[in-house]
């Protein structure tokens, strides 16, 4: 069972996580097994971790969607991801999320994802 936790105002106040982030666990059978954080002001702040050993099995897909629709219920239209073009499990994400490349300077791309 795959479960998303958002970590609520008090734990970031004790981590010392921004207030303006959202931060996302990812649990498969009750272990942490990625995260994601959201900034509420800049999405390009926002970062994505899966295990290692728990790539590979679609938990960097269902966490990416879940950090989209994260900036979408916030109020953001699109958002711009840039990435080396040699990456092809992320363009597959990215793609699948209906992203629509806009530019490709030297090795890296760039795609623009309507929410």
């Known amino acids: ?68 629709e994260e900036y979408k219920n916030i109020g953001f239209a699109d958002i711009t991801i840039s990435f080396s073009n040699d990456n092809i499990v992320i363009k597959k994400i990215v793609t699948g999320a209906r992203g629509i490349p806009v530019s490709v300077v030297n090795n890296n791309v760039t795609y623009v994802i309507p929410l």
């Open 1 to 68: 069972m795959i479960e998303f936790i958002k970590i609520d105002e008090e734990i970031k106040k004790i981590l010392g996580i921004d207030l303006s982030e959202n931060v996302v666990l990812v649990k498969k059978d009750s272990k942490v097994i990625g995260c994601g954080k959201v900034n509420k002001e800049d999405c390009s702040k926002t970062y994505i971790f899966i295990e290692t050993e728990c790539r590979g099995n679609g938990f960097g897909k269902l966490l990416f969607n879940k950090i989209l």
